[in-house]
């Protein structure tokens, strides 16, 4: 059975910095894409970002420059650090993650609409 569980969630005033962990069993994570999901209330969700099995990475334009993703392979973790926070930075996030062959390009994750394992989420809360 795979799992993705999510940690490292919070509240934080706008400028602030959160760091958001994903502990991955259940299947041979090196060789899987992974990446973050949000979902604001009432908004449709969007990829954050993604790594792909050589360290490839992308990022949506709205978190460019302020979040950076990372994996390690040995613990089967993957994290986002997330700094300069904004308040429109304020949803669930969901780490997602799909075998090998799924794209033929690693920024394929974020716009794919759904994915072939998620995590159960993690709140992100950033006040103005």
């Known amino acids: 059975e795979v799992q993705l569980v999510e940690s490292g969630g919070g509240s934080v005033q706008a400028g602030g910095s959160l760091s958001l962990s994903c502990a991955a069993s259940g299947y041979t994570y090196s060789n899987y894409y992974i990446g973050w999901i949000r979902q604001a209330p009432g908004k449709e969700r969007e990829g954050v970002a993604a790594?792909?099995?050589?360290?490839?990475?992308v990022f949506a334009d709205s978190v460019k420059g302020r979040f950076t993703i990372s994996r390690d392979n040995g613990k089967n973790t993957l994290h986002l650090q997330m700094n300069s926070l904004k308040p429109e930075d304020t949803a669930m996030y969901y780490c997602a993650a799909d075998p090998p062959g799924s794209f033929l390009w690693i920024g394929q994750f974020l716009s794919r609409p759904t994915h072939s394992e998620w995590g159960q989420g993690t709140q992100v809360t950033v006040s103005s």
């Open positions: 790594i792909g099995r050589g360290g490839d990475t």
